[in-house]
């Protein structure tokens, strides 16, 4: 192998080397196969400026600064996959420069043990190999390409620092796994890495997952006793019907409590989910079955109450005697056995009944119950509303206490109901309003119009103008939306 040191040299005219190392105002500098090009100078810095570049085909180490201040255009430019970027300095070495776009490197090497900074994104297409030092990325993104693998064994003293708002990104073309060297050096250098496995999806062009690390509890005033110190931020786009097993380390020093109380946790989306235990033999966390990412930490978290709510009848779906038919779709039942429909259960501020506490979808059985995990921390005064997607929204008559852990509420009379604004069946049982198939609080002649045009049209399946739940869209349905807009029905709202 060819090794050369540039310290003093005149390119073309075009390129000068100062103290700091090589500006590139404009040439071609050529790194061929085989050769190996050490930028040193008193700080080794390389910037391009204009239109130059470097093509790259050997290995290229700098040990000072890198910058290009090239619009539109890459610092490298014709590369092979044999090409290799070292950055070997022995003081911090910071990758940036004006331009937006990446530095796409073939083949990355850091071996400083001052640490990379990056003000840039950066891009690894083949590998990229730890042998000493930090990549800091900041707010910068750090991506590997889809064929990027990682050489060397990353540790606390080489690894990527992934704490800012920047991501550790790597492409997907299909079902495999991947292991994110990533930590915090908040203090001492922290390695949790992440390991993700997905074992099926469809990955469009481009598909992406990217990730970062925060060393701090996870702010939720529900997590308490025992957790870590440590929670890591999930993305992906371009990834649809995704499968993915998700394995995050931790360290003994991010828990507080007692570990083998630990389950792995995602807290965003809400509401929480909650995994398996934590491998304590391992310090690490094991998320299986992922079909979304989100935020995830570890804890102990038992943190729901019971709402236990009863006689909830919708008037569409009511067969007599305390009972209901399930709603029907182009296959049959719409619901598991012995499910009537779905209703979404929200909790409303007892001082201002606009202020929304919670919200959840449940299954209703044909019995009308239905149960409701509310969070811990949601322990004042609440009126308890219900919604379907072709009934009336209908509230509790007062504003319940949620300050046990278990709560009961029926609506099987209308002094159970605010208003009173239930409907008496034959049977004389009580049963919500149906009919409101725009959900816009009153039953009307607008709700009457989309019944007609689908009942037309014979529309069938589980539409919200299916007001009977049967699976056909007809004159059953019109009648029920029709004797409810003769008594000018609409909802009744604290």
């Not at 001052?114 to 030092?133: D, E, P, R, Y």
């Not at 890495?193 to 996870?218: C, D, E, Q, W």
Request: net charge negative; hydrophobic share 40%.
């Amino acid at each position: 192998m060819k090794k050369y040191i540039i310290s003093s040299i005149l390119i073309l005219f075009a390129s000068s080397l100062y103290s700091q190392g090589i500006i590139n105002n404009g040439a071609k500098i050529v790194v061929g196969s085989g050769s190996y090009v050490t930028i040193s100078g008193t700080s080794g810095n390389i910037r391009n400026e204009i239109i130059g570049s470097v093509d790259l085909s050997g290995t290229l180490n700098v040990t000072g600064n890198v910058t290009n201040n090239v619009p539109g255009s890459d610092l490298l430019g014709t590369v092979t996959p044999g090409g290799v970027v070292v950055l070997g300095g022995s003081t911090s070495q910071i990758l940036g420069g004006t331009t937006s776009v990446p530095f796409v490197f073939p083949n990355l090497t850091v071996n400083n043990p001052a640490g990379i900074v990056l003000s840039n994104n950066v891009q690894v297409n083949g590998s990229m190999t730890f042998s000493n030092g930090l990549v800091t990325i900041g707010n910068s993104n750090l991506t590997f390409g889809s064929l990027s693998q990682i050489v060397g064994i990353p540790s606390a003293s080489r690894m990527i620092v992934a704490t800012g708002s920047g991501q550790v990104q790597k492409v997907w073309t299909g079902a495999g796994n991947f292991t994110y060297p990533i930590g915090d050096a908040n203090g001492a250098a922290k390695y949790s890495p992440v390991t993700l496995n997905f074992t099926s999806g469809t990955f469009a062009p481009g598909a992406i997952t990217g990730m970062n690390v925060v060393n701090a509890k996870y702010a939720d005033p529900t997590i308490t006793g025992s957790y870590l110190n440590r929670y890591w931020n999930l993305s992906q786009t371009g990834i649809t019907g995704l499968n993915c097993d998700a394995i995050f380390q931790y360290l003994p020093s991010d828990l507080t409590g007692t570990e083998s109380s630990i389950s792995g946790l995602r807290v965003l989306p809400t509401p929480f989910t909650v995994y398996t235990p934590a491998n304590t033999s391992l310090q690490q966390l094991h998320v299986a079955g992922l079909t979304s990412f989100g935020t995830f930490t570890g804890a102990l978290y038992s943190p729901f109450k019971t709402l236990n709510l009863t006689s909830v009848m919708l008037e569409g779906l009511y067969n007599g005697a305390g009972t209901m038919r399930q709603a029907q779709d182009l296959k049959g039942a719409h619901c598991p056995a012995g499910v009537a429909d779905t209703i979404t259960v929200e909790l409303h501020s007892s001082t201002l009944y606009a202020t929304l506490i919670y919200s959840a979808r449940v299954p209703l059985s044909i019995t009308g119950s239905a149960t409701v995990n509310v969070p811990a921390a949601d322990n004042g005064s609440y009126y308890i509303t219900i919604k379907h997607r072709n009934s009336l929204q209908t509230v509790s008559a007062t504003a319940l206490s949620f300050a046990g852990s278990v709560i009961s509420q029926s609506f099987a009379l209308p002094a159970n109901v605010f208003g009173g604004n239930l409907v008496q069946m034959t049977d004389l049982s009580y049963t919500i309003y149906g009919g409101d198939v725009n959900q816009d609080n009153i039953i009307d002649l607008s709700d009457s119009a989309p019944v007609d045009n689908q009942a037309a049209a014979f529309g069938s399946g589980y539409l919200p103008e299916d007001v009977n739940g049967d699976g056909l869209i007809d004159l059953s349905d019109a009648s029920i939306i029709d004797n409810n807009v003769s008594l000018f029905v609409g909802a009744i709202t604290p």
